[in-house]
């Protein structure tokens, strides 16, 4: 899906220069609010923002001031990735 914002030239300008790519800015912050609104999880933000790992992701929300939602579900995930790991 593509959406497009209007915003008045001179501002978009300064917004362009002082934070890097608008649009992924703007990409970054929906999805932000969208996981904490619980409408995406971890997994779908790492694709959604093609992130390199999960920690990565995790300082991304960080960095938006975003707690994990950490589930049963992922922390079951967690502790069979974690067995694999110990069986090698």
Do not use: W
Not at 9 to 17: C, K, T, V, W
Not at 44 to 54: A, D, G, K, N
Request: charged letters at 25%.
């Amino acid at each position: 899906m593509q959406i497009t914002v209007e915003i008045p030239d001179e501002i978009a300008q300064r917004l362009d220069q002082t934070s890097g790519s608008l649009s992924r800015r703007l990409l970054e912050l929906i999805i932000a609010d969208a996981y904490r609104c619980g409408k995406v999880n971890t997994a779908e933000v790492h694709q959604i923002l093609q992130l390199p790992s999960r920690l990565e992701t995790h300082a991304f929300l960080k960095r938006m001031g975003v707690y994990l939602n950490y589930d049963e579900a992922e922390l079951e995930q967690d502790l069979q990735t974690l067995k694999k790991f110990r069986a090698q």
